[in-house]
């Protein structure tokens, strides 16, 4: 019956995938179980993206009935059953930018991939991330921004987590952001959609 | 400073005026003019270049206008744009969903759209019935805090009861209702004196040598999906109602279509200027796929542009993001009809797919004009737009983005001299 719930999701059949994580639950699956189906469902909507055959209705509508399913699980985990994670990513709009597609996109794709990612939405100025990453000991830090206006940010956000001395690793991206920026803001890499984002996020949690 | 003297600069200002906008209409009409025209928007540039905020560049009229008189006299455009309009209304009204230098911002911010969703998938029924309706009395006080009060106004059609209505006239001295009228009456006010602004802007600079760039001034509409998206639901709203009510997403498309058309055309003739921008936004690669394309985005955007076209206006198309996978759809349109500006589409590929249909603008990005970059890969890259995307005509200089924003002048000088150079048709 799990597949039953996989195929409801990669359908985009929201109703059906509602109903079939409800009564999975109240039929004793494990949760866990629940949520391993909804992972492997997110990730044929992921290799789907990658492959250009679905875009960017079809990633909300998932993370729709993602945090719907996981609603419906939350009262069946038992405390401190949680699944393990790749590693822990910081990621926001860097200061002066208040764009958010590019970021929920990436940031939902490192989610689906296993990785935490910390939003810190949008116009997030530098000491906020160097703050973050100190606080959760993340490895990796994401900065994303579409206007031009973003790049001086991005520079000032990369020497102030360099002057803090912290071992990160930081990816920029969205907009006009190519390689000229990346050398630029003295960022380790860029990343030109949401799954190169993934791979390396990949590459530097080992 | 490097710059060397633009070929004609020795000739009379009235001259130079008239063979500028003769290059661009040609560009425009897709013929090919003496050279490759060069438009340059000169957006916060101006500000960064005269040492002042961008806050500044909007409260000081006559400092934008004397960068501006200097920019021009520098570079040497074809045509050239300022700043964007001006924050004045959205500061009168409340407005929630823009940000600019000095209204939600520092005074150094660029002005930004913060889309949010405020209507609702639930408000589908209302808005169908009776949009105005929707729109006055729900869509405007929530997006605007200044108008909050219109809430409070009896339904619209309730003026067709003529005099009996006039009983119900009590609300509108009601103090919300009060301040919401008089912060349209401001924002009428701010817009008038900006409207004032644009046009002696316009006669000081051709009075310089520099032909009004009219192409902004006709009017300003959104592809129906756009619409829908941008100022209404948002782009999380309507990607989910395209997936959860299709229906009433298409239905909503074909209603605004209407005034939307009619809109563009009534403006045009008004202003007497036979232009519309239509700048578009979720209907690029990647956002959605071609199925969607084709039911959502493209006949309805498609139908607009005919529209206007019989109406004798050429729509001004500006392709934001990536069309590389859509371009054949373009070359749908009627030849000579209509203007595109790229974004990011592979511009090479766009003069081979569309420029036979239609005039090409864009080509510079704005990242080869960042300080750092080396001048040569300046004049190399326009060098190759001018002998490819130039060829034959129908092309228009610009950056990718349309604004300079954040560019080194220098460069800008570079690139400028390069299109004189390498833009000449012999």
């Not at chain 1, 996981?70 to 208040?98: N, R």
Request: charged share 25%; glycine share 10%.
């Amino acid at each position: 019956m799990t597949q039953k719930l996989i195929d409801a999701i990669t359908e985009m059949n929201e109703a059906e995938a509602l109903k079939l994580a409800n009564e999975l639950l109240d039929g004793g699956t494990p949760p866990l179980d629940v949520l391993d189906a909804c992972r492997k469902a997110m990730e044929v909507i992921g290799e789907r993206f990658e492959a250009g055959d679905c875009f960017v209705p079809e990633l909300i509508l998932a993370g729709e009935m993602m945090s719907q399913i996981s609603e419906a699980i939350k009262p069946h985990l038992k405390q401190g059953e949680a699944d393990q994670k790749l590693g822990k990513v910081v990621f926001g709009t860097v200061e002066g930018d208040i764009h958010d597609i590019a970021k929920d996109i990436v940031a939902f794709m490192l989610d689906i991939n296993g990785f935490e990612v910390i939003d810190l939405g949008v116009d997030v100025p530098p000491k906020k991330f160097v703050d973050t990453v100190k606080a959760t000991g993340a490895t990796i830090v994401g900065l994303s921004g579409f206007l031009t206006l973003a790049y001086d940010p991005m520079k000032a956000t990369v020497e102030a987590l360099k002057e803090a001395g912290l071992d990160v690793k930081v990816m920029i991206g969205g907009g006009q952001v190519d390689e000229n920026i990346r050398e630029y803001t003295g960022a380790d890499a860029y990343g030109k959609d949401a799954m190169a984002a993934v791979a390396l996020a990949k590459q530097w949690a080992g | 400073m490097t710059s060397s003297k633009a070929p004609d600069a020795d000739k009379p200002a009235e001259q130079l005026a008239a063979e500028r906008n003769q290059r661009v209409a040609d560009a425009v009409q897709l013929k090919q003019p003496d050279r490759v025209p060069l438009l340059l928007g000169m957006g916060y540039l101006l500000a960064e270049m005269g040492g002042i905020t961008k806050q500044e560049l909007y409260e000081n009229p006559d400092k934008a206008q004397a960068l501006l008189e200097e920019a021009a006299l520098r570079f040497q455009p074809d045509a050239l744009m300022g700043a964007w309009h001006t924050p004045g209304p959205s500061k009168a009204l409340g407005d929630r969903m823009t940000k600019w230098p000095g209204y939600g911002l520092e005074s150094n911010g660029s002005f930004q759209f913060n889309e949010r969703e405020f209507m609702k998938a639930e408000d589908y029924d209302a808005f169908l019935e009776d949009p105005a309706d929707w729109a006055i009395r729900v869509y405007l006080p929530r997006a605007f805090s200044k108008l909050e009060g219109l809430a409070m106004l009896p339904p619209l059609g309730m003026a067709l009861f003529g005099y009996y209505n006039t009983l119900n006239f009590g609300v509108l001295s009601a103090p919300p209702v009060v301040e919401a009228f008089e912060a349209i009456g401001e924002a009428a006010k701010r817009t008038a004196e900006w409207g004032a602004r644009m046009v002696a802007s316009a006669q000081r600079l051709a009075a310089l040598g520099f032909p009004p760039f009219t192409m902004l001034a006709g009017s300003l509409i959104e592809a129906p999906f756009d619409f829908m998206s941008d100022t209404l639901r948002g782009m999380r709203g309507v990607f989910l109602d395209m997936l959860r009510i299709p229906d009433k997403l298409l239905a909503a498309e074909a209603k605004v279509s209407r005034f939307l058309i009619r809109h563009a055309i009534t403006n045009c003739k008004a202003v007497g200027v036979p232009y519309t921008f239509i700048p578009l936004h979720r209907g690029s690669d990647g956002f959605m796929s071609l199925k969607q394309f084709e039911k959502f985005y493209w006949p309805q955007l498609k139908d607009m542009i005919l529209q206007l076209i019989d109406a004798g206006i050429t729509p001004w198309v500006y392709y934001e993001g990536v069309w590389d996978e859509r371009l054949a759809y373009l070359a749908e349109l009627p030849k000579g009809k209509t203007a595109g500006s790229f974004q990011d589409s592979d511009i090479f590929k766009v003069k081979e797919v569309v420029g036979d249909t239609m005039c090409i603008m864009g080509g510079m990005p704005l990242s080869l004009l960042k300080p750092g970059t080396d001048p040569e890969k300046v004049r190399e890259r326009t060098q190759r737009l001018c002998e490819e995307v130039g060829k034959g005509g129908g092309f228009v200089m610009t950056t990718n983005v349309m604004e300079l924003e954040g560019c080194d002048p220098d460069l800008v000088d570079v690139w400028a001299n390069a299109t004189r150079e390498y833009g000449v048709y012999t």
